[in-house]
């Protein structure tokens, strides 16, 4: 296709270059610097898309991001499933095609690259036309930091594209000192879509080679929005057709591109600004063929025409009619200023009646609107705004300005007021929809129903018509669509007023959101000093927060089951060791660290030896339990405290918000140490006899080493922690190192093992263990609303102490009702099925009619190598008056599964193999 | 994204902090000397006022320190943050 509509000079294209393309299978040709709806217009292709729900053909409004029609989906050289023609820059073997109103995900994989970044500058201005360059020039000549950013390939706006003029010039000029400032940075192709608090905007930069998207999080002082403004249409029957366009578009595809947009062209328009487009349309050589200026009476009734318009019917003020052949309506109902990112921050706006728009009512203390954005029309106004501005940012930062030197603009004639107009009359009952949201297809019909069915907000009327919702979030649409539903409802736009901006302003893809943060990087993988041995091992592992942990070692043919089975056998016969670094682990000093371990565990602490260790509790100020763990007395004002893994960070937030908050006055320091240690589980019957071979030094006997003790001393030669503390039931020692000898203690006692078989064992075979044991994980066997009573943990709760946290609350009547749920272990009848967790438990052998009265939940489920069967554990209402009896689990399958309540230690009850 | 003004380490965005309720409702002394009622009430109610209200705050991803700050409820603006 021959550019037949690409004038021979003009516009910032480069001419001397060809850019190849395809569109909708035909393949055209552009240049550089064009976007891909200019490069369609020169080839003298307005129709692009198609409507989403009428299926009518859809062409090029505007000519930036404010396009309601041109969508388009891009396959090469990579996909975007979703832009519009207005903002996609051609670029060698782009491929394109029109799309119907939506967009489809390829699913294949994407190679664009999307980070964010930070920025801190004392005023960000966003825009870079007149009133931006001005502000920004004023700012930076001050010596402000200064961000300065732009949607477009190059600073200019409304100048891009006019060298010939002073203004011209000079934005050329201001451009490019900007760019060469040290304390200045000026972003291009950059969309500032949302205002956040504090004054936090984000913008969504695009680099097309290789393609990346970049988030900009910058923190900003000052904000001057200088965004320019909207131009709306005007509702008319028929205002959809390919080759209508607003007017202040076609002038840029004139000036920035060099394209016209027909060869004979109506204008339609309700104010002065049309007029400039025309003025240069003739001046390119374009026929205008007729101007139907509203203010006169002229307007618009309908158009006709298949795939492109060809003719206007147009009604004079004396009421006659005509037709007019055309191939191009330009059509221009006003502007609107961009005030998008304003109001999100909260700015008020007013409405102005000579515009017909909504114009920011004045600045806020660190943002203020300029320019077009500002309600300010005119080159000379936008210049002087955009500097005062500037100015005004300063003195808000106590800063001197001084006054740029703008260039000369032509004297603007004294213009004729506008004549707002929303839609024309009866352009509901035309005999062709008359669109008020071309990306909705929702009409003036569409919006007089509304206020017929009784919406009388515009918030109503945008969720019953669906205006202003699409990607274009209403920017042409939304202040037409409060327009007419004011003069349905006979008021005033002014007290109606618009939906809120809210952000995004401008469509964000989730990748560039999510940025780096995803796959491997979505959230930190925390792996031990062992991980390389267990990965080499074959360790299938499990996520325990953020900690990747050995679930079970498989052997070569071995199912999780028969693994898992395997690892309980070796510990209770023989010796298994386990990797239990993750065990969050917290050094407690000072002298009064006695004293407020007793505060915060329901045990008492203070009377601990030096070298012993104690189970404790940790219960919220509301009795129930929070954590559990170990408390080992390391000096004299000197603990180790244990935690689960997954509560680490929680136990040690809770402890210090009571040192900091309540007893200030204590003297002790918390220390996480959790990745300091590496600390090795050693369980079964032969655990002693292991360590004894690696720890020459220490007298293993059970009189020299008793259970709940703990001892320094030298383990295959690396000084240790040695403690005898049992999380299986049996014979047990946890061997912590420093985490860098972590691998050479771990071997040394794999070694020290084989002639007892020793087996590595993973989390899964641990919890088997625990559980066989009644030992609760808090978190899977507790949810927030049991106390240590109801798990049975009595014993661990002082009767001595008059006081610490969640004591009080055991008194409450709740705490002490019949009726509470309690931890007991569960035996299925038939003793190979494994319950589900979670599984409900009732009273009944069938499931009675809704609501079934539910006694409590399966809380943990296994199978057992020790007791040749399944069993779970669970809560249960009055669960140890019920030991014994038998109660029933409703299954997916419909079937029901009888079990019998049993005490939760189903395993070595007195305990002879953990103190042996 | 609000900013904080931690009083260690100044401005700093809104989530490196967590949010610690209600100030100046101090564990009681003898808890064992108050009626289930009253105990009730320190567990768990707390004033809701639209306006200035004293709140703890923790410095959690910086430099854990608690600091009590006065914040608008109306307007989220943090009027007053000190140790």
Redesign the interface.
Known sequence: MTAAFRLPSGGVIDRSRTTRFTFDGTAYAGHPGDTLASALLACGRHHVATSISLGRPRGILTAGPEEPCALVRVDAPYAEPMVTATTVELRDGLVAAGLAGRGRLTGAPDPARYDSVHAHCDVLVVGAGPAGLAAALTAARAGARVVLADDQPRPGGSLLGDDASPAGRWAAEAAAELAALPDVRVLTRTTAFGHYDDNLVLALQARQDPPARRVWRIRARQVVVAAGAHERPVAFGGNDRPGIMLAGAARVYLRRYGVLPGRAITVFTTNDSAYDTVRDLERAGAQVVAVLDARDGDLVTGTSGTERITSVRAVAADGSRRDIETDTLLVSGGWNPAAQLFSQARGRLRYDAGLGAFVPAGPLPAVRAAGSANGVFGLGGCLADGAGAGTRALEALARSAHPVPLPPVPREDGPRPARVLWSVPDAGGADEPAFVDLARDATVADVLRAAGAGMRSVEHVKRYTTIGTAHDQGKTSGVLAAGITAGALGTDIASLGTTTFRPPQAPVPFAALAGRDRGPLFDPVRVTALHSWHVCRGAKFENVGQWKRPWYYPRPGEDMETAVLRECRAVRTGVGLMDGSTLGKINVQGPDSAEFLDRVYTGMMSTLKTGSARYGVLCGADGMVLDDGTVTRTGTDEYLLTTTTGNAALVLDWLEEWLQTEWTGLRVHLTSVTEHWATIPLAGPRSRDVLAAVAPDLDVSNEAFGFMTSKETAVAGVPARVSRISFSGELAYEVSVVAWEAIAVWEALLKAGVAYGITPYGTEAMHVLRAEKGYPVIGQDTDGTVTPQDLGLSWAVSKKKPDFVGKRSFARADSTRPGRKQLVALLPADTGRLLPEGAALIGTPAVPAPPVPMLGHVTSSYRSAALDRTFALALVRSGRDRIGQTLYVPLDDGSVAPVTVADPVLYDKEGARRDG | ???LTCPWCGDRE?AEF?Y?GQAGV??PA???A?S?AE??R??FVRDNPAGPFAE?W?H?AGC???FTAVRDTVT?EFLREAP
Request: proline residues 8%; without cysteine; glycine residues 8%.
């Open positions: 994204m609000q900013l809104e967590r610690g101090p564990y003898d808890p064992r108050l289930d105990w009730g320190y567990l703890r923790v959690s854990r320190r608690w989220h």
